[in-house]
């Protein structure tokens, strides 16, 4: 936020020198006064001018959208680039939303990596409308995720996808991630291994 004060010639839309009496309009020294006053207040007036786009994702300056991001609870990697970041920030609420669903971590992967997900819950849940019926067997207890880009050819960073997916990994499961080529049908894929938590 330091930034908004280093605007080397920045002009003040208010010009206090103007505001002042008729009597002080050729006095010198009264305007040489305000107009040390215009620069230091210049870049304050500037950013009020301007702050509805301040809280706009699109239109925040880059250096204001890790505070921003922290608004909606979201955390931001640096190395992300800028267009990432902004987007990560904008659909930070839809995303809290679906958190802890299969829907909601496919569309965070989808987001932060440029993959398609494949999201195997081995949680033992299940239910039927007719009575009477098989009890499922014993859960597995292991989340499986498969990903794979939406690009041919992309690569993916199997050591961050897994960060993602143990973090919304419930703690009684094991987390799995699989980094295929391509669509599950297509190829195995080399796996990767945490306890979540």
């Given at each position: 936020m330091s930034g908004r004060a280093a605007v080397p010639g920045l002009p003040s839309r208010y010009?206090?020198?103007?505001l002042l009496p008729a009597l002080?309009?050729?006095?010198?020294?009264?305007q040489r006064f305000t107009a040390g006053l215009d620069t230091v207040l210049a870049p304050v007036l500037s950013t009020l001018d301007n702050l509805p786009a301040y809280f706009d994702p699109a239109l925040a300056p880059a250096d204001f959208?890790?505070?921003?991001?922290?608004?909606?609870g979201v955390e931001t990697d640096p190395a992300w680039p800028q267009e990432l970041q902004r987007a990560v920030v904008a659909r930070?609420?839809?995303?809290?939303?679906?958190?802890?669903?299969?829907?909601?971590?496919?569309?965070?992967?989808?987001?932060?990596?440029?993959?398609?997900?494949?999201?195997?819950d081995g949680g033992g849940v299940a239910w039927s409308a007719e009575p009477g019926t098989e009890l499922p067997p014993a859960p597995t207890g292991e989340l499986l995720v498969r990903v794979w880009p939406v690009a041919p050819g992309a690569t993916v960073d199997a050591a961050r996808v897994l960060e993602v997916v143990t973090a919304s990994c419930p703690v009684h499961l094991t987390c799995r991630v699989e980094i295929l080529p391509g669509p599950p049908e297509t190829a195995p894929g080399t796996a990767t291994e945490t306890t979540g938590g």
């Open positions: 010009p206090i020198g103007e002080y309009a050729d006095d010198d020294l009264a959208l890790p505070w921003l991001a922290t608004w909606v930070a609420v839809e995303l809290h939303r679906w958190r802890g669903t299969r829907r909601g971590l496919v569309d965070h992967l989808r987001l932060c990596f440029g993959v398609h997900a494949d999201v195997r």
